[in-house]
């Protein structure tokens, strides 16, 4: 099967959207539903790119930017690190398939396209998430810490609950179900931490 979709084109494609995935899921922790993507792609991405043979300094390019994104997330508003991060990926990426001849294996205008594409995405939204991290609070939203609410999902290392109207990203010390009572010990930037709550008491 994977075979038959051994194309480059592909496979470049297939690497920027695990990545885009993984760095916003990195960015935003929250329901898991990003990890779960990220993991996805990766593996897509790593079956088509076994039919092929690998340049490993593009891997290693790849892989170190991992270090300007953690840089990225100390030091948001420093955007050379993000801009570091997205070209390590572009040019790891679009140069990590081996062609037959030649220096690049993916069609030069995919590269560009897709690319740009990527290198949009990760520089628009990482800006977003870090302007709505860091700025000035216009409503004290420590608010929350110490009211009940419900969870939406099952919680435990990623999870949702609703709390004071709202739909918050949530973590817990021990897993929790959907649908259960929880009360709010204290808040990380936008991820509640939540205990459960026995239903007598949530009914109080």
């Not at 922790?29 to 300094?57: D, H, I, K, N, Y």
């Not at 740009?116 to 977003?128: E, H």
């Not at 973590?171 to 009572?181: F, G, H, K, N, T």
Request: hydrophobic share 55%; glycine share 10%; charged share 15%.
């Amino acid at each position: 099967m994977w075979e038959a979709l051994a194309d480059p084109n592909l496979a470049y494609g297939l690497l920027l959207a695990a990545w885009l995935f993984t760095a916003f899921a990195v960015l935003t922790p929250g329901t898991g539903l990003m990890e779960l993507a990220a993991l996805g792609l990766w593996v897509a991405a790593m079956l088509v790119l076994g039919q092929f043979s690998l340049r490993w300094w593009a891997v290693t390019l790849l892989l170190l930017a991992l270090v300007p994104l953690g840089a990225a997330l100390k030091r948001p508003r420093e955007r050379r690190w993000m801009a570091m991060t997205i070209a390590l990926v572009v040019l790891g990426a679009g140069f990590m398939v081996r062609p037959a001849r030649g220096w690049l294996a993916v069609h030069p205008l995919w590269l560009l396209v897709a690319g740009g594409g990527f290198a949009l995405l990760l520089w628009w939204g990482s800006g977003k998430i870090f302007d709505a991290l860091h700025q000035p609070q216009l409503i004290n939203v420590d608010r929350v810490v110490g009211q009940r609410g419900v969870t939406r999902t099952p919680v435990y290392h990623t999870g949702t609950v609703y709390v004071a109207g709202e739909t918050w990203s949530a973590r817990s010390q021990v897993p929790i179900a959907q649908d259960r009572p929880v009360r709010v010990v204290r808040r990380e930037g936008l991820v509640l931490w939540v205990e459960p709550l026995e239903d007598a008491e949530h009914e109080q």
